[in-house]
């Protein structure tokens, strides 16, 4: 075990059961980092009452327990009873030395596998991704990454909107224009034009939403030649769907892609199973339930509708067949939804019904990874001037190309230029989602997403560029490099003791699904790294100390490259 945090845990329970018997071996070691030791341990004070003395007596146990354990240079009492633990030198150094040997970085697989459902990115169909569709992607993509790497068994699960009413005007328009025109229309991304064309005709002709309505019947009831023109309509949107994906090196591809009319066949079930186990009951003539603890401003229980009066279907039933599906075919422990916070009433909802069912229970969670906005300068949701949605595939161009200006001066070669421009654009406005608390709105500020210092993409795609230049300058391959590493000024001493903190960085982000503890910590990390490539000169040092510093280079290096990657955000060789 590499985490410093864990390791001195362990050896309080040590001391706790030495001093105090071994009862209390399990009691939580309450290690937090201090601002006056490496860490301290608040355990005294949570035992003083059980234990009847005071709390200083009991830390002064503890403390003294602690002496003498190879990892403990110091751990003295303070206040009222902290006990602030330092580290020993040697002892960091020998696990930083075990974290670069291992291919595993010394992130450990802690418990068993799960299986886990994400539900992230789902856009509609015939309607434009935007930036909202962006972050859950994005922050959906880096959660998938950092589970598969901790070993889980990850399903990815595109629930792309591709059902409803509104089908029945998208197809009469589709007739209208012709396949090929919409098509074309389609696949050029200028997909908000095709629904606003449909939505106008609609709106204002009488005849055509007649038609309208007489094609979604045909498309419920599943006549062949209409079928085969919403699924003409689907491909053409998934096909500029899966370009914006692979733009994006977002893991999703058609085989994720489970989309709401999957789950249609298993609707009427569905409503059975929740009607005959008195979960769901007969209100105004719809099939509702009324999950405990969710009324209206009235006070009156809400319900969510799980078949209209007319016998028709929603959103909320095909989410409750899927609940069901994931649980007992797919055999997932875990379920997490990655979509916007106004959707937060529905879920809470939909997850409780399952649970009045019995398909979610203590074992098998299921959680809302709550999206927040990303706003304009106004504060506002993110729109162009004339007030509609952005396009996506805009949004990232206009990224590509004001990062090509900030790296302008850097490169003679345009195609150059324009590859590492594209890795910096889109890392930047990826990284973006990644780096804010995912619930929380931001402003979609590219003169702030693309500065070379602070919190952002392109300061963490320089650190590591600039750590491969200084092995380009030795001649050495940093795979290659071994240590030992020794820890002899401060600055190396804390760009050791951060580096030891990725295990707990990429656990911390996995438990809850939030990539910004990652990106954090990955920060922290490039910030001590140069103040340690300031203050420690490497390549003109001597002897064993070139050879630690060199391998403290390329231990953050090969870190900084890990956790990009999990957070899917490019690494370019040069910068
Ligand atoms: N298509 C929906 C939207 O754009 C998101 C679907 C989220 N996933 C789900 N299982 N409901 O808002």
Known sequence: MTDPEAALGLLVQRALAEQLGSEFATADPLIRPSGFADYQSNVAMSLAKR???????????????????????????????????????????????????????????????QCVVVDYSAPNVAKEMHVGHLRTTVVGDAVVRVLEFLGHRVIRANHIGDWGTQFGMLLEHLLDVGEQVAYDQLAAGEINDFYQAAKQKFDADPVFAER?????????????ETVRLWQTLVRDTEHYYNAIYRRLDVKLTDADLVPESFYNSMLADVCDELESLGVAVISEGAL?????????????????????????????ATDMAAIRYRVRELGADRLIYVVGSEQALHFSM????????????????????????????????????????????????????????????RYEDPVQRRQIAEAVGIGALKYGDLSVARDSSYVLD??????????????????????????????????????????????????????????????????????????????????????FYEQCPVLTAEGETRVSRLALCALTLRVLATGLGLLGIPVPERM
């Not at 309208?212 to 062949?224: C, F, I, M």
């Not at 401003?297 to 929603?314: M, Q, T």
């Open 51 to 113: 234990l009847g003395r005071p709390p200083r007596q009991v830390a002064e146990l503890i403390a003294n327990g602690l002496d003498g354990a190879s990892a403990v240079e110091t751990a003295e009492v303070s206040g009222p009873g902290f006990i602030n633990i330092t580290l020993r030198d040697r002892w960091l150094a020998e696990q930083a030395d075990d974290q670069l040997a291992d291919p595993g970085l010394g992130v450990p697989i802690v418990g068993p596998a």
């Open 212 to 224: 309208a309505r007489l094609r979604v019947v045909a498309l419920q009831s599943g006549d062949p």
């Open 288 to 316: 509702c339930a009324f999950p405990p603890g969710f009324t209206a401003r009235d006070g009156s229980p809400l319900p969510i509708i799980l078949r209209k009066s007319d016998g028709g279907y929603g959103y909320d």
């Open 350 to 409: 939909v997850f409780a019904v399952a649970r009045q069912a019995g398909w979610l229970t203590d074992k098998v969670r299921a959680e809302h990874a709550t999206i927040g906005m990303v706003a304009g300068a106004d504060r506002k949701r993110f729109r162009t001037r004339s007030g509609g949605s952005v396009k996506l595939s805009t949004l990232i161009d206009e990224a590509v190309e004001r990062a090509e200006e900030v790296i302008r001066d």
């Open 446 to 531: 590219f003169d702030r997403l693309l500065a070379l210092t602070g919190n952002t993409g392109p300061y963490l795609q320089y650190a590591t560029a600039r750590i491969r230049s200084i092995f380009q300058r030795a001649g050495l391959d940093p795979a290659q490099v071994t240590g030992p590493i020794q820890l002899g000024t401060s600055a190396e001493r804390v760009l050791a003791l951060q580096l030891l903190g990725l295990g707990r960085a990429i656990s911390d982000t996995a438990a809850a699904a939030e990539p910004h503890k990652l990106a954090g910590f990955l920060f922290e990390l490039a910030s001590a790294f140069t103040t």
